[in-house]
């Protein structure tokens, strides 16, 4: 009997393993067709390709929300990638990638939300402090915009965009020394940069 039982487990194995191959193999030869597609800006061809064998893996989800969004099909982009999202919480990518499409619909709210979830694993994340700043500073909450382009800065002192988005948080907040150091830096970065000079005269 024992023979028989490992005799039916290294078969039911050797089954599984086959399927499993052939599987991969299939969803292989669907990327691979889909990628040919996308060269060709073939947007819907390269969503064909891959529905085809659709089982929702991350993987397929991640590249579909990608595809959507290439073919001008938000909303269903920002479902694809929600569920890349949902299976892997704490990976960047479809984080960024649900982005494209909620700033393509104008949902800053939930773009904003995005950004501070990123936030959450990885509080130094240079993409996500920069532009959840910009999305306060367009709220002209310049105290608590300042703070995540202070990160920036930290992180990268001679960037233009941190440096300048900075001094005009530091200007409407009345620290105009703090925004004459940060827009004469813009300076050295864009020598003569008019936004930079104009900014600078305000802080006279």
């Keep these: 009997m024992d023979l028989v039982k490992t005799f039916s487990t290294a078969l ?4 599984l ?4 191959q052939a599987a991969a193999q299939d969803q292989s030869a669907a990327f691979a067709a ?12 390269a969503i064909t390709a891959l ?5 929702g893996t991350y993987e397929q989800n991640l590249r579909l929300g990608w595809l959507y969004f290439l073919a001008k099909n938000y909303t269903t982009a920002s479902s694809y990638y929600q569920k890349a999202v949902e299976q892997r919480p704490y990976a960047l990518e479809p984080k960024f990638g649900l982005i ?3 700033n393509a619909l104008n949902q800053v709210a939930q773009m904003q939300s995005a950004y501070l979830s990123i936030l959450k694993i990885d509080p130094q994340n240079t993409q996500a402090n920069y532009w959840v ?3 306060l500073l367009n709220q002209k909450a310049y105290d608590k915009a300042a703070r ?3 990160r920036v800065v930290n992180l990268y002192p001679f960037d233009y965009d941190a440096n300048l988005s900075l001094a005009w948080c530091y200007l409407n907040m009345g620290r105009k020394t703090d925004a004459r150091v940060l827009y ?3 300076l050295l970065i864009r020598p003569n940069d008019p936004t930079a000079t104009a900014g600078l005269k305000r802080t006279q």
């Design 12 to 15: 039911l194995l050797l089954l």
């Design 17 to 20: 393993g086959g399927s499993f």
């Design 34 to 45: 889909s990628y040919a597609a996308e060269a060709k800006a073939d947007y819907p061809g």
């Design 51 to 55: 529905r085809t064998g659709y089982s």
């Design 100 to 102: 494209k499409p909620l």
């Design 133 to 135: 700043g910009v999305i």
């Design 148 to 150: 995540y382009f202070e």
């Design 184 to 186: 004469t830096k813009a």
